[in-house]
Structures are given as structure tokens and as C-alpha cells.
């Protein structure tokens, strides 16, 4: 009885150390399959990672198309920019496809803005015209053809009009004549959606008075107080004006004469073209403070 229990207690303790050995082999399983499965979760970031680049490359295709607002398809039509246009990858010759039809793209898009302003200049300049004339017979019938002159430069359509007629010396206020001619003018080219910029010039006769130390402070007086006059009388919106004064540093001829300095003491109501309206370019400033020559 002795023995057969002191086996029976050995092979129990067989069979514990059998159950050891399966536990360790199940926990050597779990450790694989857990590597098993981050393996796994690697790849799928890898492809969403993928599969996301390529979603934001459709999106530019299809902004690029609505920008340009033309087929960038090439031959297919399909108005997509092909991904893979041969061989099935963006590299190389692919790359250069799509970068070679931007700049064709571009190219098309400021041949056609070109056009377009330089359709809208000619209409402009018909209306400048229009105004000009409107203007002239005015003056003759009111007999100062001679004190007021026009011209269409790449500004617009410049109405100049001498100071004997505006102001007196040395002053900024308007005259009864004057007002009568700010009143005619205002109605002909009030209707013109154009920005208007007033310019105030004097001769090269220096001036010293409490008032105006010098002829910047008067050509700048002058050019607000006809702004202010064509806001207050007639209504004009003060976001299509503004006023500058430039004394005698815009000279439309040679100070070097009594006829010659009367034309320079001037008042220039300037209607400036659609493409320079409101605009702070460089390019569109130049334009803006250009020098001006005489006729």
C-alpha cells in the first residue's frame, strides 16, 4: 500500500510538470501572434499612408481645373491630370508631362488676361473719346477752348484745365466760374464707373504765405478742394476719388516763360483706367505718377 501510493503521488507530479511545459509553449504562441499582428497594423498605416497621398494628388489635379477653368486631360479629354500618363508611375517622364502642361496652362491663362485688357482698353478708350468731345464742345461754346486741353495716355483720359480760370493767385478757393465748369464736367463723367484722381500743379514761382509755405501745400489744397466739391455737390462716391498734389514737379512744359508757367499752373481730373483703378502694384503706381508731357 506503501509503494502504490508513492507512485500514485510521483506520477501526479509527472503530470504537473507535463502541465508546466504546455503553459510555456502557449505563452511562446501568444508573443507570435502579437508580432504576427503589429506586422500587420504596419502595413495597413503604410497603405492609408499611400492611398492618402495619392487622394490630396487628385485634389490639386481637380483645383488646378477649376482655376484655369480649361481641359487638362490632354488628349482624353477627361479634364483630369493623368496620375500615371504611361508607364503607370509619377516619376520621370510623367512628371515632366504634368509640369510641361502647367506652364502651357499658365501660358494660355495670361495670353488670355492680356487680351481681355487690351480689349477693355479699347472700349475705354471709346469712351474717353466720347467724354473728350462732350467736353471740347462745351468749352467752345463757352468760349475757354484755350484753357482747357485733353488727352488718353496709359492712364486714362487726362482733362487739364488752367488755374486763371479756377483760382486765384495764391489761393484754394473755387471761383464762380470755376464752379460752373466743375458743374458741367461733373454731369459728363459721373455716369463713367472709372476711379478719378484729382492732381493739383503749380509753376516753379516759389511761395511763402502763412498758409502755404510752399507750392506743395498749395497744388495739394487745390486738388481737395475740387474733390470736396464734386463729393458735396454732386454726389460722387469718395471711393472713386482721390487728390495729390505734385507743386511744380510735374511740369507739362519748361518753366522758362510767363505762357509757359500758366500752363503748368493747373488742375488735372484724371479718369483712370479699369486696370490701374484702386490699384497699389508697383507697376500701376508708376503709371499713376508718370511725368506728363506737353502736346
Known amino acids: 500500500?506503501?509503494?502504490?501510493?508513492?507512485?500514485?503521488?510521483?506520477?501526479?507530479?509527472?503530470?504537473g510538470g507535463g502541465g508546466h511545459g504546455e503553459g510555456g509553449m502557449m505563452r511562446?504562441?501568444?508573443?507570435?501572434?502579437?508580432?504576427?499582428?503589429?506586422?500587420?497594423?504596419?502595413?495597413?498605416?503604410?497603405?492609408?499612408?499611400?492611398?492618402?497621398?495619392?487622394?490630396?494628388?487628385?485634389?490639386?489635379?481637380?483645383?488646378?481645373?477649376?482655376?484655369?477653368?480649361?481641359?487638362?486631360?490632354?488628349r482624353s479629354g477627361s479634364g483630369v491630370i493623368p496620375l500615371y500618363p504611361s508607364g503607370g508611375s509619377t516619376s520621370g517622364a510623367g512628371n515632366e508631362e504634368v509640369s510641361k502642361k502647367l506652364d502651357e496652362i499658365t501660358k494660355e491663362k495670361l495670353a488670355r488676361e492680356k487680351l481681355a485688357e487690351q480689349q477693355q482698353q479699347m472700349r475705354e478708350d471709346i469712351e474717353f473719346k466720347k467724354v473728350a468731345e462732350r467736353i471740347d464742345k462745351y468749352a467752345r461754346e463757352e468760349g475757354i477752348r484755350n484753357y482747357i486741353t485733353m488727352e488718353i495716355d496709359e492712364r486714362g483720359l487726362v482733362i487739364s484745365i488752367q488755374d486763371t480760370v479756377f483760382f486765384e493767385?495764391?489761393?484754394?478757393?473755387?471761383?464762380?466760374?470755376?464752379?460752373?465748369?466743375?458743374d458741367k464736367v461733373a454731369k459728363i463723367i459721373f455716369p463713367l464707373p472709372n476711379h478719378i484722381r484729382i492732381e493739383g500743379h503749380t509753376d516753379n514761382v516759389p511761395i511763402n504765405t502763412p498758409k502755404y509755405p510752399s507750392n506743395w501745400q498749395l497744388s495739394t489744397d487745390r486738388a481737395t478742394t475740387v474733390l470736396v466739391y464734386l463729393i458735396e455737390k454732386h454726389g460722387f462716391p469718395p471711393t472713386r476719388l482721390s487728390a495729390a498734389g505734385y507743386g511744380?514737379?510735374?511740369?507739362?512744359?519748361?518753366?522758362?516763360?510767363?505762357?509757359?508757367?500758366?500752363l503748368n499752373r493747373r488742375v488735372d481730373i484724371v479718369i483712370l483706367r479699369s486696370s490701374v483703378n484702386g490699384s497699389t502694384s508697383t507697376e500701376n503706381n508708376d503709371l499713376l505718377n508718370k511725368p506728363v508731357t506737353g502736346n
Do not use: C, H
Open 1 to 15: 500500500m506503501g509503494k502504490r501510493n508513492k507512485k500514485s503521488a510521483g506520477g501526479g507530479g509527472g503530470g
Open 28 to 74: 511562446w504562441l501568444i508573443t507570435y501572434a502579437d508580432l504576427i499582428t503589429l506586422l500587420l497594423a504596419f502595413f495597413v498605416v503604410m497603405f492609408s499612408i499611400s492611398q492618402t497621398d495619392l487622394k490630396k494628388y487628385q485634389a490639386l489635379a481637380g483645383s488646378l481645373q477649376a482655376a484655369f477653368n480649361i481641359d487638362m486631360g490632354g
Open 169 to 182: 493767385s495764391g489761393k484754394a478757393e473755387l471761383t464762380p466760374k470755376s464752379k460752373e465748369i466743375l
Open 248 to 262: 511744380e514737379y510735374r511740369p507739362r512744359v519748361p518753366n522758362d516763360s510767363e505762357a509757359n508757367r500758366a
